[in-house]
Nanobody, 123 residues
């Protein structure tokens, strides 16, 4: 089992930046594909970004491509997401997720979730 704890959310003006962190504990972190999801008020949870076990591959939702970057450090059991050029529509609770199986399953039905961190972008 993996425990995930997000941090780094907050309130920022449109055009600003935030860096989210996700600290993992439990079983071998480097065995897990990691990802980020978000849920805006009144909407369903949506995939935002993913990163392979080695960190060599990343993939993003079209809505954040070119603005968000995810990275990981397996020695630190941590993953981050740098969010630049934030927009009001990026306002949501952001969740870290982990899956031991595949990037596809990470994107659709990840096994482990963090508790979420609120990001609010004001216009």
């Amino acid at each position: 089992q993996v425990q995930l704890v997000e941090s780094g959310g907050g309130v920022v003006q449109a055009g600003g930046s935030l860096r989210l962190s996700c600290a993992a504990s439990g079983r071998t972190f480097s065995n897990y594909v990691m990802g980020w999801f978000r849920q805006a008020p009144g909407k369903g949870r949506e995939f935002v970004a993913g990163i392979s076990v080695s960190g060599g591959s990343t993939w993003y939702a079209d809505s954040v491509k070119g603005r968000f970057t995810t990275s990981r450090d397996n020695a630190k059991n941590a993953v981050w997401m740098q969010m630049n050029s934030l927009r009001p529509e990026d306002t949501a609770v952001y969740y870290c997720a982990a899956d031991p199986r595949s990037s596809l399953l990470l994107r659709t039905t990840p096994v482990y979730w963090g508790q979420g961190t609120q990001v609010t972008v004001s216009s």
